[in-house]
C-alpha cells in the first residue's frame, strides 16, 4: 500500500480545501440563520450559491468513480463526474466532513450518491435521462427507502413491503422509515425496496424500483429526529406506500429478484464515504477541544494542562489517525481488488469511525462544559449525527458478525461443524 497522494490527488485536494477556505466555512453562520428561519422544510439560499461556484470551480460530483470493468447497462459513459478513484476521494470527503452541509455543496451527499451509482450502472436510457442527469446537476434531489418499521431491518430478507405485478404496472404498497432526504423539496424521486416474489429464495424475492414522490398513495407521515434533532430540510421520514402505481417499464432496475444485488454494490462505497466524512467531523470536535482548553483556566492553570486532559488529547490524535489509515486501506482495496474482496476491510471502518468519533466529540463536549451540551458549539448536534452512523447502512452489530465469521472461516468451517454436531 502506498498512501502517497499522487499529483492528481494533491491538486484536487488543494482545490477543494481552497475553495473550503473561501466559501464554504465563511457561510456556515449565514446558512444557520437561514436554516433558523422560516419553514423549515425549505430550499436554503445560500447552500444553492454554493453550489452554483462549485460547478464553476468544477468541482462537482467527484464521488463518481472510474468504471470498474462493469459497464452501464445501455452502454453510456456520459454520466461521469470527475471519476476519483476511492483512495483519491477519500481526503477530499474527509475536507467535507468539517462543515455538515459540505458534500450537497459539491454534490456528493447521501443518499443522492448511492442513487446516482445505481442509475449510472443499472438504469436504462430513459431512467437515466428522466432522473440521473437532473439528480448529476444538482437540480432535484432522492431517497432510499428500505428500512421499515414493523421488522428488523437489519435482515433485509425481512422486509414486507409488496410490489405486486399488475399488468405493464406495479402496485406498492408498504410503511418506510428513516427515507433520508425525503423533507426536502427538491427530493423528486425515491428508489424503493420490496419483495415482489415471496415463493422465490429468501434473497431473490426483493426487486428496487424507482417511485416518483408525488405519485397517488404516497403519504409522508411524519419527520423522525434525532435526539431531538430533525436534520431539516434533508430529513428522516415515515412514509406510508398505499396502492401506488408505477409503470414497470419506468420503475423496475436491472430485474425482478435482483435488489440484494444492487443493494450490495449501493451500501459499499456509501459506507466508506460516511466514514471519510466522519474523520473530518473528528478533526474538528479535536481542534475545538484543544482550543477551549487553551483558553480557560481552572485550579490555577489552563485546562490543556491537567494530565487527564493530557491522556484525552494523546488518545484523540492516536485513534483519528488509526481511523484514517485504516479508511485509507479499504478504500484501496476496493479499487485494487474489488468491493467485493474488500468486504471486511468496509465492514472494519465502518464500526470504527463513527465510534472513534464519538468519543472525541464526547470528550469535547466535557471540555467545554455546560455549553457543550448546548447548541452554541455544534458538539451536540455533531454527536447526535455520529451516533445515527452506528446503525445506518447496518448497524454495528452486523458488520462486527460480518469480520468475525470472515476471521473464524481462516480456522475452518464453523457451520459444517455446527451441522456435523447436529446430526451426531
Known sequence: MDFDFTPRQ??????????????????????????????????????EELKAKAKEAGLWNMFS???????????????????????EY??????????????????????????????????????????????????????????EPA?????????ETRIARDGDHYVINGRKWWSSGVGDPRCKVAIVMGKTDTSAPSHQQQSQVLVPLDAPGITKVRPLSVYGYDDAP??????????????VEEALLLGEGRGFEIAQGRLGPGRIHHC?????????????????????????????????????????????????LLCFKAADMMDKAGNKSARAEIAMIKVQAPSMALRV????VQAHGA??????????????????????????EVHSRTIARMELAKYGDLQAKIRAERRG
Open 151 to 159: 421488522v428488523a431491518s437489519s435482515d433485509a430478507t425481512n422486509i
Open 276 to 324: 471519510m466524512r466522519t474523520i473530518g467531523s473528528a478533526e474538528v470536535a479535536l481542534e475545538k477541544m484543544c482550543q477551549r482548553l487553551m483558553s480557560r483556566k481552572a485550579f490555577g492553570k489552563y485546562v490543556s494542562e491537567h494530565s487527564v486532559w493530557e491522556e484525552r488529547i494523546a488518545r484523540a490524535r492516536i485513534d483519528i489517525d488509526m481511523t484514517r
Open 234 to 247: 434533508h430529513g428522516h421520514f415515515e412514509v406510508v406506500l398505499e396502492n401506488v402505481r408505477v409503470p
Open 371 to 396: 455549553g457543550g451540551v448546548g447548541p452554541d458549539f455544534g458538539l451536540s448536534a455533531a454527536w447526535a449525527y455520529q451516533r445515527g452512523l452506528r446503525l445506518a447502512d447496518g448497524p454495528d
Open 10 to 47: 494533491k491538486e484536487i485536494v488543494g482545490r477543494v480545501s481552497r475553495f473550503m477556505e473561501e466559501h464554504v466555512y465563511p457561510a456556515e453562520p449565514v446558512f444557520d440563520e437561514q436554516e433558523r428561519n422560516g419553514e423549515r422544510w425549505k430550499v436554503i439560499p445560500i447552500l
Open 361 to 364: 466529540i464526547d470528550d469535547a
Open 65 to 87: 468513480p472510474p468504471h470498474s470493468g462493469v459497464p452501464p447497462v445501455d452502454d453510456t459513459f456520459e454520466f461521469e463526474g470527475l471519476e476519483l478513484t476511492n483512495l
Open 90 to 147: 477519500a481526503p477530499v470527503a474527509e475536507l467535507m466532513g468539517r462543515v455538515r452541509f459540505a458534500s450537497e455543496v459539491f454534490n456528493c451527499s447521501a443518499p443522492d450518491t448511492g442513487n446516482m451509482e445505481v442509475l449510472n450502472r443499472y438504469g436504462s436510457r430513459e431512467q437515466k435521462e428522466r432522473w440521473l442527469r437532473p439528480l448529476m446537476n444538482g437540480e432535484i434531489r432522492s431517497a432510499f427507502l428500505m428500512t
